[in-house]
């Protein structure tokens, strides 16, 4: 186990970041072969992780793991089935420019647009606290992976944005946001579609994908990106769970929890505990670990 400058931590060739306590491959899915979970559970460790979380056995049969992916190298609007998002990519194509947005824009253009979505958001969107953290925030991941960040503009306005990570010929749009008031532009039916086709057939990316299945509440960007002409791609889930996060599952605090309204009594805290038992359950749907 080693560390590298930008604290990725290196296991069997493969760099690992923690993110919330939880122990987390940096390398994208597909690139992820044999993990020596001895190795891992050093890891834990030593850096008081929760748990680990890695995915294995890319583009298998269907499973309860999977990741919204595009990776049809001939990506075309013509190729896409859903009419209705024919329709409102073809619309905001004639109202939106689609173009890179340097560093410096991203700290200057998108902390309101970031700031408008969270305010209207029925999810939990993380925000910055001020415009200077939102900038200093890109800056920091720009330094630990190759970044780039694309906007969609209407009328000269910043409607939509889109942050994505370049890694292993592949590439994760790990953040979205647009301004709910430019939302009839269509501007993320643009942004979507300019950056996907950009990447699959003018660079030649095995997919792009916007991460994995989540826990709790399905969101309405996983729909919007399957109507786009993304698909599932099912694969295995891996986790290795340090004593304190085996203690919690043998605890069935997630089954009583919810009985004694320790929703309003942890706040945010017990959806991280509901995603927690989530996880669990469909780790568990794919038998003993290997």
């Not at 930008?6 to 760099?15: E, L």
């Not at 942004?191 to 969101?219: A, D, Q, V």
């Not at 002409?229 to 085996?246: D, H, W």
Request: charged content about 25%.
């Amino acid at each position: 186990m080693t560390a590298g400058p930008t604290d990725a931590i290196w296991i069997d060739g493969i760099p690992w970041i923690i993110d919330g306590r939880i122990l987390l491959p940096r390398s994208m899915p597909h690139a992820i072969g044999t993990v020596d979970r001895q190795k891992v559970r050093k890891v834990l460790s030593a850096t008081g992780s929760l748990l680990a979380r890695w995915t294995t056995t890319w583009n298998r049969e269907q499973s309860e793991w999977w990741w919204t992916c595009c990776d049809d190298k001939d990506y075309d609007i013509e190729r896409i089935p859903v009419k209705n998002a024919r329709r409102d990519i073809r619309k905001g194509l004639r109202c939106c420019r689609v173009r890179r947005l340097s560093l410096d824009e991203y700290g200057t253009l998108t902390y309101d647009v970031a700031a408008e979505a969270t305010r209207v958001s029925k999810h939990r969107l993380i925000l910055a606290s001020d415009s200077e953290q939102h900038r200093r925030g890109i800056y920091t991941m720009a330094e630990r992976c190759e970044t780039e960040i694309w906007g969609a503009f209407a009328d000269d306005r910043l409607a939509a944005y889109a942050v994505c990570l370049l890694a292993d010929n592949a590439v994760s749009v790990c953040t979205v946001r647009s301004n709910p008031l430019l939302h009839n532009y269509c501007p993320n039916n643009a942004l979507f579609y300019e950056i996907t086709r950009h990447y699959l057939r003018e660079r030649g990316k095995l997919y792009i994908t916007n991460g994995s299945r989540t826990l709790l509440h399905p969101t309405t960007i996983n729909d919007f990106l399957l109507r786009m002409g993304y698909r599932r791609i099912y694969c295995r889930l891996n986790t290795e769970l340090s004593a304190t996060a085996r203690t919690i599952l043998h605890s069935q605090v997630g089954r009583w929890g919810k009985y004694v309204g320790a929703a309003a009594l942890l706040g945010p805290r017990w959806a991280n505990i509901e995603a927690f038992f989530k996880l669990m359950e469909i780790s568990r749907t794919f038998g003993p670990a290997d």
